[in-house]
Every structure is written in structure tokens, then in C-alpha cells.
């Protein structure tokens, strides 16, 4: 399946992924290997990044496995539109594209389910809880069942506290290098080594979050701001794709 078909698919299932978004992911669930470890997503919601990246290791034929950790709680936004069924929408949206077999839903708060855990990620999509001790919690929790040369990624990194939290506790760090950017997601390789480039890799992308958070706080018209945040993001892509 290539990436419009992929699209086409996934726009079917309510939730948030932009074309450069899904491109990532498509690239990074279809090279992960089974000798590697498991694909690992934290916040499933209703199964949009589920379905992409079970799609994906079909079509790739690398026989991984998806584990969806999301306690389907909801979130105070979910509530507040009435969307407060998303375990029922997950497993209908798993069921109907034929992925039962494909995807492990764990049910539970993602420290909890990292406790029980035992087996080796290729590739952690972090997309859980939007707050700074959120996806610190989310990422202190699973970083280190990642194996060498494993992926994690980060959504909603325009969102204030999961890109506060990227660039000062992710970006710093001297075990991930390889840092890159598509729209919201920033993706790191998990490598004890760590070169010079590396380093300037990741400050690069720091500066870019950082400038976007200040565009976002600039007191100028919505017209202007989506200019240049489509500036932005056109940088960014071309360079760290």
C-alpha cells in the first residue's frame, strides 16, 4: 500500500495525522525488524496511528507485533465533545481492518503497563498524556526497553510542555542522535554513539522547536501566523527529512 492509498485509509478514523506525519511513520514501522523488537505506541485513542502502523508491518511482511498501551479514560477534550467511548471505537476500527491478530491493546496507564513489560521496542510512538510529567513519565518509563539503534518518536511537539519536554530532557541527552523533524512528530535514534554531528543535529532541531513556540506567543494575525508556521514547517521538513 503506498502512502495515498494509506491516507485514503486512515481518513477513515477520526484523530490527528498530518501527510508528512503519516510519511514517518510509514518509514519507520516498514524497516523495523523482528529480530529488533516490537512497535510500542503510547495513546491509541481511536486506532488512527494503530491502523498506520499495523498496515505498515503487514504490507512489509516483517511479521512485528503493535502493542497499543491507552487506558481509555478519555481526556477532559474528549469529554467535553461527548467522545468518551474510545476503547469501543479502537476495537471496532482494529476489527475492521482486520488487524485483531496484528495489534495487542494493553489497557492501563502507561507506568503500569511498563512494569509488567519484557520485551525488546524497535520503534516507541509517545502520544499519550500532553502534560510535561506526562511524557516524561511516558518516556522514563519505556526508554530504556529500547534497543540500540531502536526509534522513539514524540507527537504534538508544538504543543508547549511535549516540546519543552523533547528539548530539554530528550535532545540534551548523549544516548540518541539522529534527531529529525515532520510537522509535530520529532524522532531520535536511540545509539551510545554519539558524534559531534549529532549533537549539532539536535541543537538545530531545539532551535526550531523553540522558535515555534515563540511564533506561537507572537501577538500577530491568525492569517500571519499560519504563514509562517507553513514556513516553518517547509524548512524543517527539507532539512530533516
Known sequence: MNIIELEKKLGTIEGWLSPAEIQLLYKTAHGVKKNKGVILEIGSWQ???????????????????????????????????????????????????GFDEKVHPIVKRSKDASQAWDKPIAFLWIDGDHSYEGVKTDFDSWFRFVAEGGIIAFHDCNSEEVGNFVTREVLSRKDVKGAWLADSIVAVVKSDHHKVQDTLRNQYIISVLKAQDVARKLPVSGSLRRGLKKISKG????ITK
Open 47 to 97: 486506532g488512527k496511528s494503530t491502523v498506520c502502523l499495523a498496515t505498515v508491518v503487514l504490507d512489509a511482511k516483517n511479521d512485528v507485533l503493535v502493542y497499543a498501551v491507552d487506558p481509555h479514560e478519555g481526556s477532559i477534550e474528549h469529554q467535553a465533545s461527548s467522545i468518551n467511548h474510545s476503547l469501543l471505537k479502537f476495537k471496532q476500527n482494529i476489527t475492521r481492518f
Open 235 to 238: 524548512i524543517s521538513n527539507l
